[in-house]
């Protein structure tokens, strides 16, 4: 079973910088592909970001590219989300997710594993 622990989220003026961490438990191969979500009040889900832990590959919607970056530390079992340039947009509940395999394209529905989400807080 899988668990995932986020942390790192905080309240940041625009132009300002957070990273984002998940620890993750759990049988590794059921968390090939760590994704970051985002969602706002009556709003759906939104992917941000996706990467697969053996391969390297990344993934990121168009709203956050050159300004979040995804990574992971095997080692400590923990993914990041650097986030640089925030905006007030970005402001959101930030989940972690995990799953077993596919492209690790940051979509919900190919994420089964969450975990109870960061707030981040972007004023202008």
């Known amino acids: 079973q899988v668990q995932l622990l986020e942390s790192g989220g905080g309240s940041v003026q625009a132009g300002g910088s957070l990273r984002l961490s998940c620890v993750a438990s759990g049988p590794p191969d059921e968390r090939n592909c760590m994704a970051w979500f985002r969602q706002v009040p009556g709003k759906e889900r939104e992917g941000v970001a996706g990467?697969?832990?053996?391969?390297?590959?990344?993934h990121y919607v168009d709203s956050v590219k050159g300004r979040f970056t995804i990574s992971s530390d095997n080692a400590k079992n923990t993914v990041y989300l650097q986030m640089n340039s925030l905006k007030p947009e970005d402001t959101g509940i930030y989940y972690c997710?995990?799953?077993?395999?596919?492209?690790?394209?940051?979509?919900?529905?190919?994420?089964?594993?969450w975990g109870q989400g960061t707030q981040v807080t972007v004023s202008s």
């Open positions: 997710a995990a799953a077993r395999a596919g492209s690790c394209y940051p979509l919900s529905g190919a994420y089964f594993d």
């Open positions: 990467l697969h832990q053996r391969l390297g590959a990344t």
